[in-house]
């Protein structure tokens, strides 16, 4: 059975950084996209941020400059490098990735930026 673990997630200062990982464990013979979402209180779930196995990347207009997305294949991992923070980005982050089983989410970690 394939799983999605998150970790980084925390309290930080606007204008701090945290950096966001996801690694997926289990029978995995290939992983295509892999994405960050995020979920705010009283809002709906939006990407933040997507990778595909070619290369590809996106961004949401709001974090461009600011987060940036990575992967390592070799451990089946994405990662969310998330610099000079905003209040704005303060929600649950999820990872999402699609592997050769389907689609799979993580348990979401907490963001939360505030002085």
């Known amino acids: 059975q394939v799983q999605l673990v998150e970790s980084g997630g925390g309290l930080v200062q606007p204008g701090g950084s945290l950096r966001l990982s996801c690694a997926a464990s289990?029978?995995?013979?290939?992983?295509?996209?892999m994405g960050w979402y995020r979920q705010a209180p009283g809002k709906e779930r939006e990407l933040v941020a997507s990778?595909?196995?070619?290369?590809?990347?996106n961004y949401v207009d709001s974090v461009k400059g600011r987060f940036t997305i990575s992967r390592d294949n070799a451990k089946n991992a994405v990662f969310l490098q998330m610099n000079s923070l905003k209040p704005k980005d303060t929600a649950v982050y999820y990872c999402?990735?699609?592997?050769?089983?389907?689609?799979?989410w993580g348990q979401g970690t907490q963001v939360t930026v505030s002085s």
């Open positions: 289990g029978s995995i013979f290939s992983i295509n996209y």
């Open positions: 990778i595909t196995s070619g290369g590809g990347i």
């Open positions: 999402k990735v699609l592997t050769s089983s389907g689609w799979l």
